[in-house]
């Protein structure tokens, strides 16, 4: 946003107007205000190792990230996947970042699972 003021009073001026309408003075003072923003997001992951078992037991994962279908989902979506090979199960559950609805959602035996 862009404002002209006198700068001697600070009188907001009038476009076009070259002399301050308040006090005469033609001395202008240009003020721009810029706005900006920034979005932040977390993603974090855990991993639980066992000794004796090759790479890891129970994997837990959220985060945010780009969907395939950017007409559908512009701001990506944020996905929760938990693997655990205890107890042999996959969950997983994807949400719209705009709305907050589940776009997908699996909760089954690890056995059964296909990436």
Do not use: W
Request: charged share 35%.
């Amino acid at each position: 946003m862009k404002e002209i003021l006198c700068k001697k009073c600070e009188t907001k001026l009038p476009n076009g107007n070259s002399v301050c309408p308040n006090c005469g003075s033609k001395s202008k003072l240009y003020k721009v205000t810029i706005t900006d923003s920034a979005i932040f997001t977390e993603n974090f992951g855990i991993k639980q190792k066992v000794k004796g078992f090759k790479n890891f037991m129970v994997e837990f994962i959220s985060r945010h990230k780009s969907s395939g279908d950017m007409k559908k989902y512009p701001e990506g979506v944020i996905e929760e996947r938990r693997i655990d090979k205890k107890n042999k199960t996959y969950y997983q559950k994807v949400i719209d970042k705009k709305t907050g609805k589940v776009t997908h959602f699996e909760n089954e035996s690890l056995l059964k699972h296909k990436d």
